[in-house]
């Protein structure tokens, strides 16, 4: 890795607690991804973007701001990055799923609380996100409680704009949310200082898309058995869809599946033909957290798709390109977004239906529903995602766990009697 260590001084990191986030990196990774056996070599690029987490892509920012450019982080799929894109900015996801700056975080906020609050609360207090230290303001929403109220203290540290997000999807939360998405747009444009265009908007919409449409692609490919690509990879993809550069990320995942499609052909995959075939549902399992993918993958299933937001939920509705207009963009934005099936929603049946059809699309063995800790809106919808699943009879594995790798052992046996259940039905 190039010598980064005085732009991050610049970005005003703490240099010892950030040398110690990143020592932790990659050991995690070779014994994580490196130790896959039969990889697609199309994963290099996401290799090296890993091994320039906070490297080359910071750089980049870097550069953007120098020119003039503005960084926007965000926490939630529910943030149009369009808008962000058109007036000229970069978004990037700043959720993170490793425990670190626990102490300080713990200063400002309850223990008991979920991990995902925590670790970027963590990240901000204890100087050791650059990804957070280039943003120029974030993003929050009013999606659950607790990232509610943290916003109101992350803004003692940064600008932070928040979005109301409906917690129904009726008539009137939708023209509630149309009219979140237009305050968004002016935030963005006063904090660009860039107007946003018709023009500029529709070139968005399309590079977004373009980005989804890859996603979807590589979604597709998994359908097969044996699977081209393990869910572990797919998991790290979406995870850098979050901050990478849109049209190169893009073009990467199409070469991927250029080189998944031959695999399909030629019958080759990762895990062998037959082997079990879960869905991951749950919370949103951020850079760097493998835990349970590497459980369950490690036990002799691979997983086919991710119910969750950094998978589906991120990338499977597109926003319709016939606007013509700035306001009709705007609409289809809002439209799409809304469209999301997170749990923050009462009722929030489309995820019901939507993981029983994944089951049935993917040719699923069984479904892992998995929830951070402390989560009360995804913990109390496992009942609603149980009943779903026993109705259709789709066995089901629920599991709670943290950041921490403590449970891992314990993980490792329930997913293990899990798998014996499906091969004895
Ligand atoms: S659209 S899932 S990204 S809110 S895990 S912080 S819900 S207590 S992350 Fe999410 Fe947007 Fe919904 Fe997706 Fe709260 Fe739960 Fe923590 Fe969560």
Redesign the pocket.
Same mark, same amino acid.
């Not at 402390?374 to 995804?378: A, G, L, N, R």
């Given at each position: 890795m190039a010598d980064h260590r005085k732009m991050w001084e610049s970005l005003g990191l703490d240099l010892e607690s950030h040398d110690q986030l990143m020592k932790v990196l990659p050991p995690t990774y070779g014994s994580v991804y490196m130790s896959q056996e039969n990889r697609p070599e199309g994963m290099e690029y996401f290799d090296f973007v890993v091994s320039e987490v906070h490297g080359q892509r910071i750089q980049e920012l870097q550069d953007h701001k120098a020119a003039g450019g503005k960084v926007i982080g965000a926490? !939630?799929?529910?943030v149009p990055e369009e808008i962000v894109r058109a007036a000229g900015g970069i978004q990037v996801g700043l959720?993170s799923g490793v425990e670190i700056g626990t102490a300080q975080a713990e200063k400002v906020l309850p223990r008991n609380i $979920?991990?995902?609050?925590k670790s970027f609360m963590g990240f901000k207090l204890g100087k050791v996100c650059p990804y957070f230290e280039s943003c120029d303001m974030v993003v929050g929403?009013t999606? !659950?409680d607790?990232?509610k109220k943290a916003f109101e203290i992350l803004n003692d540290f940064v600008p932070v704009h928040v979005m109301e997000t409906p917690q129904m999807k009726r008539e009137k939360d939708k023209a509630l949310w149309l009219s979140e998405v237009q305050d968004f747009l002016a935030a963005v444009e006063e904090y660009t200082g860039n107007k946003v265009t018709a023009e500029s908007m529709r070139q968005a919409i399309k590079d977004t898309n373009a980005k989804r449409r890859a996603l979807l692609r590589l979604n597709e490919l998994r359908r097969h058995d044996p699977a081209p690509i393990s869910g572990k990879d797919c998991l790290l993809i979406e995870q850098i869809s979050m901050y990478d550069d849109v049209p190169r990320f893009t073009a990467q995942v199409n070469a991927l599946c250029d080189e998944l499609e031959v695999r399909v052909k030629e019958g080759k995959g990762v895990a062998v033909t037959g082997a079990p075939r879960l869905i991951l549902s749950g919370?949103?399992m951020a850079l760097p957290n493998w835990k349970v993918p590497h459980v369950i993958e490690t036990s002799g299933a691979v997983i086919v798709a991710e119910e969750? !937001?950094t998978g589906l939920?991120y990338f499977e509705n597109l926003v319709p390109e016939e606007g013509e207009t700035l306001e009709q963009m705007v609409e289809a934005i809002a439209g799409r977004y809304l469209d999301?099936n997170?749990? $923050?929603f009462t009722p929030n049946d489309g995820r019901m239906e939507r993981i029983v059809s994944l089951a049935g699309e993917m040719k699923a063995d069984g479904v892992i529903n998995c929830?951070?800790a402390? !989560?009360?809106?995804?913990l109390v919808e496992a009942n609603r995602v149980g009943k779903a699943l026993k109705e259709h009879k789709i066995p089901l594995l629920n599991l709670e766990t943290d950041y921490g790798q403590e449970d891992s052992a314990q993980i490792k046996t329930r997913v293990e009697a899990f798998l014996e259940m499906l091969e004895n039905r």
């Open positions: 926490f !939630c799929v529910y959720c $979920c991990p995902l609050i929403e999606t !659950c607790g990232k919370t949103p969750m !937001c939920r999301i997170c749990a $923050c929830t951070l402390f !989560c009360d809106p995804y």
